[in-house]
């Protein structure tokens, strides 16, 4: 992408008003566009999406395709996508808007901040789709499947609230296992190393991400676990 199309994207997405953005890594201050603060801590139901609907995230959302379905058959769940990548969001809030979806947001922000936007219990569920494994030593907190996140999904999630990741990374599979495993709060429902070897188990897990469509052409297998926050 052409620095000039990444400009006028990200000029675009300040006019999404499916879109919040934080701009400052070091001040948790949501902004609507480029002039007005908002506050939705704990009030992302009422302020934006003006329901009680259950809301449930997708972390480093990427384009946003797995909010976008997930969103769209289920249409009294309320999905926010959730990346630090302004040019991938675009293309998600903008096919929300164009389809009417009323029930999908994107919020723009580093996700070790995700505590700082969702109040104890305001999130329902989170969806991890094809992250970045953080291959290289001495980056493995990085994943979004370690210790140091688990701690900050437990500050937003309700009890009982489920976690699903899907990849085709080995590495962070086996990684997440182990910690999965040894985690106080978390129990595993559903682990399989290779989901299309047969029938899918769960009709959601058919939704394909632009990554994961890449992995499939190069006959990667993809992976996936479901693990349940303890009460």
């Known amino acids: 992408m052409s620095k000039r199309n990444k400009l006028l994207k990200f000029a675009e997405l300040l006019t999404f008003p499916n879109v919040y953005e934080n701009w400052n890594a070091k001040k948790p201050q949501l902004m609507a566009n480029q002039t007005d603060e908002v506050d939705l801590k704990g009030k992302w139901g009422k302020e934006h999406f003006k329901n009680d609907n259950?809301?449930?995230?997708?972390?480093?959302?990427?384009?946003?395709?797995?909010?976008?379905?997930?969103?769209?058959?289920?249409?009294?769940?309320?999905?926010?996508?959730?990346?630090?990548?302004?040019?991938?969001?675009?293309?998600?809030?903008?096919?929300?808007?164009?389809?009417?979806?009323?029930?999908?947001?994107?919020?723009?922000?580093?996700?070790?901040?995700?505590?700082?936007f969702f109040e104890q219990g305001e999130i329902s569920e989170i969806w991890i789709t094809f992250p970045d494994p953080f291959l290289k030593k001495g980056k493995h907190n990085r994943r979004l499947t370690s210790n140091f996140f688990l701690g900050k999904y437990k500050l937003i999630l309700k009890e009982g609230a489920f976690v699903h990741l899907k990849t085709d990374d080995p590495t962070l599979y086996e990684f997440t296992q182990e910690v999965f495993a040894e985690c106080p709060f978390l129990e595993v429902l559903y682990d399989k190393d290779d989901i299309y070897s047969e029938a899918l188990d769960f009709p959601e897990l058919e939704y394909k991400t632009y990554y994961e469509k890449m992995h499939l052409e190069d006959k990667r297998k993809i992976k996936y676990i479901k693990s349940k926050f303890k009460p």
């Open 54 to 116: 259950p809301i449930i995230l997708e972390l480093a959302c990427g384009r946003g395709e797995y909010t976008l379905a997930l969103a769209e058959q289920n249409p009294n769940i309320n999905y926010i996508g959730v990346d630090v990548k302004g040019a991938r969001i675009w293309q998600g809030a903008r096919i929300a808007l164009e389809k009417g979806m009323d029930n999908v947001a994107f919020l723009r922000t580093r996700i070790e901040q995700i505590d700082s």
